[in-house]
């Protein structure tokens, strides 16, 4: 089994392998080089302790010390290096009590969650599987390693991690780990806000999220207000647009709950929280009926959305909505103006006019948008400014 890794991975291996440690690629690269997926990173495992590892590469971070992960920046990029380990008893169904560093690739593979994820490859040994996961790949099934209902209990993040993998690799969840996990889902509750929202999202971000169903539909997830009902539609749930906001506000609205309050419970960032509760509201409100609606829309949800927005209530309404994406070309086509900033006038040009920075002055540029929303024509300087002056007689 040959597995291309880059110059720069089997550098940094070498490295290692002749200071006399092992050093192995692992992890997701080699799932992802079994797929024929170009990985996003490798990570690399090896004998050699933290301290050897950073000695041995001048450009190297103890970015996870005291979990034995080093990072070693090559110039293509940055490789994290962690030493073989074991993880001991865990506590807060999270974290382990502490790491025990490892004598062989073994004991690494076996702290592992999923078959998939625990293939270890060298390129003077080949591929070391000690769980089937090429079988696993190949039949596209996760599966726990070791024995299901222990590693749950031991990380209940896991749990979150097999439907996460389910649905970015549209794999089925094997049967004895489907029914470990939902009964140990429960634990989710007491993992940090930050890390569900990881796992989730990239769920949500994946191939199919309706892989993440029974998990969405078992209550687990209700600390964070999402609860699945029944009659949540799957099927359209899958084509959604891969639009991060947008399948997270679908999510919020199928299951009742509010944007604003599933952001907060998972500790979301600002920009994530607005767009998603942009395309909330425009997934609750009706659609627009005319083009100057639409236009007074994109300040809530702006034009370039809109393409997602309706293909999502096309998907999930069953409406039709091409008449209004004909719209919305045609708006961004002529480019009709629907914000302040495209007015033909500004501030400034209504100050010459005499009229006083302040209040009245912010009203008239409202009422001049106002009045170009219903005719963009009328959106240049002359007319704007002979309408600014009548409306101050
Ligand atoms: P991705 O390509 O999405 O990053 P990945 O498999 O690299 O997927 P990571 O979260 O980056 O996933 O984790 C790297 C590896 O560490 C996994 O492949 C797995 O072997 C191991 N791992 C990560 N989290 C856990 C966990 N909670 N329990 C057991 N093993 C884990
Ligand atoms: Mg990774």
Request: charged share 25%; proline share 7%.
């Amino acid at each position: 089994m040959l597995l291309s890794l880059p110059p720069y991975v089997c550098a940094c291996m070498d490295t290692l392998e002749q200071a006399g440690f092992e050093a192995w690629a692992v992890g997701g690269c080699v799932r992802d080089l079994l797929r024929g997926v170009m990985p996003h990173d490798y990570d690399v495992t090896t004998s050699a302790p933290p301290g050897e590892v950073l000695r041995l590469f001048p450009h190297a971070a103890p970015t996870g010390i005291s979990y034995g992960t080093v990072s070693v920046v090559m110039q293509e990029g940055i490789i994290e290096v962690t030493t073989f380990r074991t993880e001991a008893d865990y506590q807060g169904f999270r974290r382990p009590e502490c790491v025990c560093f490892a004598n062989h690739l073994q004991e690494d593979l076996a702290r592992r969650d999923f078959t998939v994820n625990a293939m270890a490859y060298a390129p003077a040994r080949g591929l070391y599987d000690l769980f089937s996961g090429q079988e696993d790949l190949k039949r596209g099934v996760i599966r726990a390693v070791g024995e299901p209902g222990r590693r749950f209990e031991e990380d209940a993040l896991r749990v979150l991690r097999a439907f996460r993998f389910a649905s970015q690799l549209d794999f089925s969840i094997e049967r004895v780990t489907l029914d470990a996990a939902l009964s140990w889902a429960g634990n989710l509750a007491y993992i940090s806000a930050e890390r569900v929202a990881a796992e989730l999202l990239r769920a949500l971000y994946g191939l199919r999220p309706s892989r993440l169903l029974p998990l969405l539909r078992s209550g687990a997830l209700s600390f964070c207000g999402v609860n699945a009902p029944a009659s949540f539609p799957a099927e359209p749930f899958d084509h959604l647009p891969q639009s991060l906001p947008l399948r997270l506000a679908s999510l919020c609205f199928l299951c009742g709950a509010q944007a604003t309050r599933v952001c907060a419970a998972l500790k979301l960032g600002n920009a994530l929280r607005r767009e998603a509760e942009a395309y909330e509201r425009q997934l609750r409100d009706p659609l627009p009926q005319t083009g100057r609606e639409l236009k007074e829309r994109f300040s809530i949800l702006p034009p370039e959305c809109w393409w997602d927005l309706l293909r999502a209530r096309s998907l999930l309404f069953k409406e039709q909505t091409q008449p209004l994406r004909a719209l919305c070309e045609e708006i961004q086509r002529r480019q009709e103006p629907w914000r302040l900033s495209q007015l033909a006038v500004d501030g400034s040009d209504l100050q010459a006019l005499g009229i006083p920075p302040g209040r009245e002055l912010g009203a008239l540029l409202q009422a001049l948008l106002h009045i170009v929303l219903e005719h963009p024509e009328w959106n240049t300087r002359k007319t704007l400014l002979q309408i600014a002056q009548g409306a101050e007689h």
